[in-house]
């Protein structure tokens, strides 16, 4: 008989009751896992049914939409609609706000398919989601938060079939898929501290396009440490969390081509930036923008608002927001 591991219900169950919370986030959280499951079910059986490919359409930020990017989407709706939880969501996929229970308690970002030209690969993709609670004891209700005002942000790694979910003062905890579809045994994420475990994680291609300060700072310390990057959040996050290190996107500010200057970032606040410097904040570490600003501290303006980031180990973080404060 195999053994019995944690299940990802039972930790979460025992998390509400010590914490003296409501069933609410429980059934958010289920929608979240059975839109995971179908979403990774239509990326390994994509191939057969001919969902890969370009869409031919252009997605709200400018990029080319794979079809799957859109299925996911549905399908992240569909479950959240169902779970009568959520008052508005912010989806990647969509130019607007969607509305679907104004009396429900949540606000939700999300990206149902972070690093699509990962797909043609069959390469990793993140599902990358954010949650805040409605203000229960007055008026409201801004759906544009802080990543500091989340109660829980987490990813899906597709189609590995791992989950990592961060809880607001309460940690951050990796699952992992089981034979049976399960999310099972919590391990609990704690960016280490021995430098000699460190990573680095950037675009290396867009390297002469960075900050003069950014630059000085990778070359100072590029040797100490191992390099490493995916193309997708989800999947070089996860390995910032586990081995510790530094992922960025710094700001793009000296391109050959002034057009192609991203001086805001490319990555996406609400539903890339925060999550993971939500899920680092918890597991330990920190995340800063362009200014060395603490990302979970920037107040939203617009839903599809982009920022550079600079997330992972403290010291490190630390190190390079000094650097790019510096005059
Ligand atoms: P796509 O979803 O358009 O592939 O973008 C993925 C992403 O937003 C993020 O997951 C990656 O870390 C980053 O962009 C990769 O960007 P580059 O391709 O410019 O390195």
Not at 42 to 52: E, M, S
Not at 58 to 82: F, P, S
Not at 240 to 250: I, K, Q, W
């Amino acid at each position: 008989m195999s053994r019995f591991e944690q299940t990802f219900d039972h930790f979460l169950l025992e998390h509400q009751e010590r914490y003296n919370r409501t069933y609410h986030f429980l059934i958010l959280m289920d929608a979240l896992i059975s839109a995971a499951k179908r979403i990774q079910y239509y990326y390994l059986t994509g191939a057969l049914k001919g969902n890969l490919g370009l869409a031919g359409s252009v997605n709200v930020q400018g990029e080319n939409v794979m079809r799957m990017d859109q299925i996911a989407h549905e399908i992240t709706i569909h479950y959240l609609e169902k779970s009568g939880r959520i008052i508005q969501a912010v989806s990647e996929e969509s130019k607007e706000i969607i509305t679907l229970n104004p009396d429900g308690r949540y606000f939700i970002y999300f990206d149902p398919l972070d690093g699509s030209s990962n797909i043609p690969h069959g390469l990793p993709v993140g599902f990358l989601f954010g949650i805040a609670k409605k203000n229960l004891d007055g008026p409201e209700d801004n759906h544009l938060r802080a990543g500091k005002d989340y109660i829980a942000a987490g990813m899906f790694v597709i189609p590995t079939g791992t989950f990592t979910l961060g809880l607001r003062d309460a940690g951050t905890w990796r699952f992992h898929i089981d034979e049976t579809m399960t999310f099972v045994k919590p391990r609990k994420m704690v960016l280490p501290q021995a430098p000699a475990t460190w990573e680095l994680s950037f675009n290396a291609a867009n390297r002469r396009t960075f900050s003069e300060r950014a630059r000085s700072w990778i070359d100072e310390h590029e040797d100490k440490y191992a390099f490493r990057y995916l193309g997708a959040l989800a999947g070089d996050f996860h390995r910032v969390l586990a081995n510790g290190g530094l992922f960025m996107y710094p700001a793009i500010v000296n391109h050959p081509d002034p057009n192609k200057n991203r001086p805001e970032g490319k990555l996406r606040l609400m539903y890339e930036a925060a999550v993971v410097a939500f899920m680092c904040r918890e597991a330990g570490g920190t995340a800063v923008d362009e200014r060395g600003m603490p990302i979970l501290d920037i107040q939203p303006q617009r839903h599809h608002q982009r920022t550079a980031l600079y997330v992972g180990s403290r010291e490190l973080v630390e190190d390079i927001a000094h650097r790019l404060k510096e005059e």
